[in-house]
Every structure is written in structure tokens, then in C-alpha cells.
């Protein structure tokens, strides 16, 4: 599919080469079937320690049945089917079958409260959801604002909407749909830390798009004995295109361990018993392992770690070296246009505030606000030249979204990724989004870096920065801060914490207004809204 070099995306010798017809169910699951059925494909761990294996023999005939389930309820090419419940093999079956039926499949994710299910349920037009049980008692107060809706297949269930007994009834041949590589396969929504999340439209090609960023990001995945995990849930495009498609359509064995509440002990424990090889680790994760004795990396075997959503600052990184004895790689992307920008660590050594260089294949560029590549050092907005096989195909109901999406220029057509970045001898340092961007004082300031110094401080569990007005210098640097169990706010301790910045970073960097909160404001994915810390600003007071 691609010329990589037997899995190894490497800048010299890269091109694409997309097939007219490609299907993602057909790739990840019956190639490898016809070719190594009894290869494993998911070590599947539950929170009780129970292990299930799928070979891709196993995954094969599962999704076929599932795909035939589907057919007889319905279901045809182009209908949204959405996937509800948390990371196990069933998601992974699930999205084959509907990919092999030519149909779009929505994932969401297991946490989600009713109104996040009704907006994107809603808004898809889905007709047919596969769910566990908890997934489907959110579901079952929604259904009658849900005129679309017809069927949930509820997995651990006996009664009339059983997946069990589904699978169970149906046929386990079945002919895959002929599909194109642009034909629409996945239907992933936004974070939505600004308004309502926007649901992008992905074809089948965003697969092979995805794999040069993933190879590098991995340090050249595959490679022998390599076994994958991430704490992130494949609701998100992190955990399904940054892991577990990418992993199965190299034969690369992905673990599949749900935890009730994520926790550094549960994590490393993990990572040393399974002897997994390969990681993507959110900055959150990260972050919290970094919090824990170093003692419990005691007898890791990792090859990569792999880290994106959040800029990672250095002490994170040195930390990094030390306790998994590799190089974090840090990757850039975003829904509509993921994987795009990545570090390598076999090839040099991480440099702190610097995502990576641009991913062989992907033409990735700072913009002005006429749309012209600046130039080098000088701060613009990250762009992405399109086509491009891993772009999106267009935000579902929103085509003035999706035009406000893409800026033409000199160079063409250029999508906008609405991040801040400086170019830099081919690498891009990450600045901000550009509504978080504090200018204070003539100076430019991007709250990554600060929140990451503020996080080695002792108490501080978790720093969110904002800007906030001032007549002196337009803009001051603002913290919200979640201490650490047992800490206690008090001025001396806000005092110490801003000290932090200014004798680490800059005086211009430091906090002149510390916060203590109780809880921080994170989407499901991690990352900080810092437009709720900028309506707490405004409210003039913390929660």
C-alpha cells in the first residue's frame, strides 16, 4: 500500500500509494486472516484479570457474523453505526464489520454523559448502536428523542437486542463490500472545547495515511516481538488510528486492558507483566506516572513511547530517558487531519518545545494570514496542504465549518489546523492554540510551557494557564491549579509556585495570578478547556 520500506517510514525513499479500491475491515482483519489465521490480534484483559486471545481467524468470523447481523437489521452502505463501551476486543470487531459493509462507524465513548450521546447520536443520523450494558442503559432515556435509532445490540445481555444471540443467528461468509479509498468509513467527533463537537468525516485511505506518523512515532514499527498498549480509549482517534488499526494492519498484537480508573501503579504494572513493547502515553498518563515511585519501571522492556495531545516539556522528557530508558516521541495532530508531525527517537534525541519535523508524505507549513509560508523563526499558523490521505473528507452537517476549515494561498489550497507554531530548520515548535496564545507585555507566550513547569512543583497536581486582561500589559499570565492530595492553598504556596516560572522560564513567563480550584476542567480526552478557566477568570473568582 505504501512504499515505507518494509514498515519503516523513512524520509529518503517515502511515497504514497493509495489504491483506487481499499477497504479498512478487509486490511486489518481478513489479510491477515487469509494469510496467518491463527496469528494473534488482541490479547483482551479485563478489570479481573481475565484473558481472552483473539487470533484474526477468530476476529474474522466475528465481524463477518456481526457484518450479516447488521445486513439483516437494516443496515446498508453509507448508514452510521455507532460503537459504544470501552476499550475490549468487540470494539475492534465491531468497526471491521461495519467497514466491511461499506457502512460508517461512529465511535464513541463509554464515559460519555447523555447530552454528549444525544448531540452526536442525533446529529449522525445513527440507525443501529453495538453497546455493553452500561452503554446501553444511557441509551435507553435517549431512544425516543432518537427518531433515526432502530436497533441496540447490547453485548453480555440475553434479552431481544442480544449481540451474543445475533452473532449467534447469522451467517459467519460474507463478501466485503468493494469500497473505494475515498469512500466515507469513520465518523469521529471533535472534543468540542469550543461549542458543539463537529463530527469529521474520514474515508477508508485515512488508514494508510495514519501509518507513516505511527511507523516513525514507534521508531519503525514493526518490529519483531513488538506488543502494543495505550491507556486511551479507542473512542478517540488516539487510541483507534494511533493504535489499534495501525497495530493490526501490521500484525503488530494490540492489548486491550480496560481500567475501571486509570492509576500510575495499574499502568507500569502492566507494561512489566504483559512485557509490552510499544506505547502511546497522553501527557495526562504521563504526567501521573511521573508522580509515582521510579522503582515501579523496575523491569520494563519498552522499545517506544510515543506521546501526543499536549506539548511535553523537558523535565518530562529527561524523566522519560531515565525511567523507560527511551526517547518520548512526541506527535502532532487533530481529527481532521491527524499523525502529521512527529519526533523520532532513534533517529535523534527529543528537543524540548519541538513536536518533531513534518511525517514523510505530509507537506506541513506555517502560514501567515494570507496564507504564505513564513518565514523561518517567525510564528504563523500550522497548516496542512491538501490533499492529503489522511485529511478528512468534510465535517458531517456543517459545510460552512468545513469551508471555514481551509484557507486558499499561493502555495493552494492549505487546511487549518487553528494551532500557532514557528518553523525551524524543518522541525515545528508548538506555540499554542490560537485563541490560547498570551501576548503580555510584547511578548508571545504559549501556556504549555508554563503549565508543564508548573507541574514539577511538589504540590501541584494538575496547572492550567490562561491570559487575562490588564490595562498595563494587555494580557497576564493567570494559573489555576489542583494541588495534590493533602496540600493546602494558601498564599505562600501560590508565591512559591509563581517563583517556580520565573526562576525556571522567564520573569515574563511567570504567573502574576495563581488560582487553587478543586478539580480542573478536562475533555474526556485529557486535555485542559481553557476556555472554562477563562469564564472563571471573567466570573472573577474559581468555582
Request: glycine share 10%.
Amino acid at each position: 500500500m505504501l512504499s515505507t520500506g518494509k514498515g519503516r517510514t523513512r524520509p529518503g525513499d517515502f511515497r504514497w500509494e493509495i489504491p483506487a479500491r481499499f477497504n479498512i475491515g478487509v486490511d486489518i482483519c481478513d489479510r491477515w486472516a487469509a494469510k496467518h489465521p491463527d496469528r494473534t490480534a488482541i490479547l483482551d484483559i479485563d478489570d479481573q484479570g481475565g484473558e481472552r486471545t483473539f487470533t484474526y481467524a477468530r476476529l474474522r468470523a466475528q465481524s463477518n457474523r456481526l457484518a450479516n447481523a447488521l445486513v439483516t437489521r437494516g443496515v446498508a452502505s453509507g448508514d452510521r453505526v455507532a460503537v459504544l463501551m470501552p476499550q475490549r476486543a468487540e470494539v475492534a470487531i465491531a468497526h471491521i464489520a461495519v467497514h466491511k459493509l461499506g457502512a460508517i462507524s461512529l465511535p464513541l465513548f463509554a464515559l460519555f454523559g447523555p447530552d454528549a450521546l444525544l448531540h452526536r447520536l442525533h446529529d449522525s443520523g445513527t440507525r443501529t448502536v453495538i453497546a455493553d450494558r452500561a452503554g446501553a442503559e444511557k441509551l435507553s432515556a435517549l431512544r425516543d428523542r432518537l427518531p433515526a435509532l432502530a436497533h441496540v445490540l447490547i453485548l453480555d445481555d440475553d434479552g431481544p437486542e442480544s449481540y451474543r444471540a445475533a452473532l449467534a443467528e447469522a451467517d459467519e461468509a460474507f463478501t466485503p463490500a468493494d469500497t473505494a479509498a475515498d469512500d466515507p468509513a469513520l465518523l469521529i467527533y471533535t472534543s468540542g472545547t469550543t461549542g458543539n463537537p463537529k463530527g469529521a468525516l474520514h474515508a477508508h485511505r485515512v488508514l494508510l495515511g495514519h501509518l507513516p506518523g505511527v511507523e516513525i512515532s514507534h521508531d519503525f514499527l514493526p518490529q519483531p516481538g513488538d506488543l502494543i498498549w495505550t491507556p486511551a480509549d479507542w473512542a478517540w482517534i488516539g487510541g483507534l488510528l494511533d493504535v489499534l488499526m495501525p497495530a493490526l494492519h501490521h500484525g503488530v498484537p494490540v492489548v486491550a486492558r480496560r481500567f475501571s480508573k486509570f492509576t500510575a501503579e495499574a499502568a507500569f504494572g502492566l507494561l512489566r507483566e504483559k512485557r509490552i513493547r510499544n506505547t502511546f502515553l497522553p501527557p495526562t498518563a504521563l504526567k501521573m506516572m511521573r508522580r509515582a515511585p521510579e522503582h515501579l519501571a523496575d523491569g520494563l522492556c519498552l522499545r517506544s513511547v510515543a506521546s501526543g495531545g499536549e506539548p511535553l516539556g523537558a523535565e518530562l522528557l529527561e524523566w522519560g530517558r531515565r525511567v523507560f530508558g527511551v526517547e518520548i516521541n512526541e506527535f502532532y495532530g487533530q481529527t481532521e487531519c491527524n499523525m502529521i508531525v512527529s519526533a523520532c527517537g532513534v533517529q535523534e534525541p527529543a528537543t524540548p518545545g519541538v513536536m518533531g519535523a513534518p511525517v514523510p508524505g505530509h507537506d506541513v507549513r506555517v502560514l501567515d494570514h494570507a496564507a504564505r509560508p513564513c518565514p523561518d523563526g517567525t510564528e504563523g499558523v500550522i497548516a496542512v496542504h491538501a490533499p492529503d490521505p489522511v485529511m478528512f473528507l468534510r465535517y458531517w452537517n456543517a459545510p460552512e465549518a468545513t469551508e471555514a476549515k481551509f484557507a486558499t494561498g499561493p502555495g493552494g489550497r492549505w487546511l487549518l489546523t487553528g494551532d500557532r507554531g514557528v518553523m525551524r530548520n524543518g522541525k515545528i515548535r508548538f506555540i499554542g492554540r490560537d485563541d490560547d496564545v498570551i501576548s503580555s507585555g510584547g511578548y508571545r507566550i504559549g501556556p504549555g510551557e508554563v503549565e508543564d513547569c508548573l507541574m514539577t512543583h511538589p504540590a501541584v497536581h494538575l496547572a492550567g494557564v490562561i491570559g487575562v486582561p490588564d490595562p498595563l500589559r494587555g494580557e497576564v499570565v493567570a494559573a489555576y491549579i489542583q494541588l495534590v492530595e493533602g496540600a493546602e492553598p494558601s498564599d505562600a504556596l501560590a508565591t512559591d509556585i509563581a517563583d517556580r516560572v520565573r526562576t525556571r522560564l522567564a520573569a515574563h513567563e511567570y504567573p502574576r495570578i495563581v488560582r487553587f480550584i478543586g478539580t480542573m476542567p478536562l475533555t474526556t480526552t485529557g486535555k485542559i478547556i481553557r476556555a472554562e478557566l477563562r469564564a472563571m477568570a471573567r466570573a472573577g473568582s474559581p468555582p
